[in-house]
């Protein structure tokens, strides 16, 4: 069994568009990337699902196995108060990542995947750098390894956009929480 998972990743997507080339780069590497979508931070719920419905359709098309979290927007807001009217790219925004990617490692322990990494990153709005600190910290605690990979070179943003209008996926304007919706 451990060889079976040796090449598996676990790939937290924030969305659909945004995790359609990181699925087909870490194919590319070699890897078996087990998609995770959990995202409390969504906002409204009707969002979060047609969200989640996007990410279903890619992960079908590329033959990914998708994990769905639980949505539980309660945890989002408990982590952020006080923090609602931080701008974005800001606290609460930092916030929001750790509490996702705590998830995702938990998940990567409980199945036994030795790596993660989030496509949050491929967005040129998300900081490379933070997303990789939040995400070495939080693996050093489970002893996993995050996987810091720049997903926006050599165009991966143009990528990923282009398989979404191909695939049709649905098409936020918005990072996802309603504080970002209404900034």
């Excluded at 890619?58 to 989002?76: M, V």
């Excluded at 398989?163 to 209404?182: M, P, V």
């Amino acid at each position: 069994m451990k060889a079976e998972l040796k090449n598996k990743i676990i790939l937290h997507a924030c969305c659909a568009i945004c995790s359609g080339y990181p699925i087909t780069l870490l194919k590319d590497m070699g890897y078996c990337p087990v998609v995770y979508f959990y995202n409390p931070n969504i906002y409204p719920a009707d969002e979060y699902e047609k969200r989640l419905e996007a990410e279903r359709l890619l992960c079908r098309t590329l033959d990914c196995e998708l994990i769905e979290g639980k949505y539980e927007p309660e945890e989002f807001y408990k982590i952020v108060k006080g923090l609602e009217n931080e701008p974005e790219k800001g606290r609460r925004c930092d916030k929001c990542f750790e509490l996702r990617l705590l998830k995702t490692a938990q998940l990567a322990k409980k199945l036994g995947i030795n790596e993660f990494t989030t496509s949050i990153v491929i967005s040129p709005h998300k900081s490379f750098q933070k997303l990789t600190e939040i995400g070495e910290k939080i693996a050093k605690n489970y002893n996993l390894s995050y996987k810091a990979i720049d997903f926006k070179k050599k165009d991966g943003f143009l990528k990923t956009n282009k398989i979404s209008r191909e695939l049709n996926l649905y098409r936020q304007n918005y990072c996802g929480c309603e504080f970002s919706k209404y900034s």
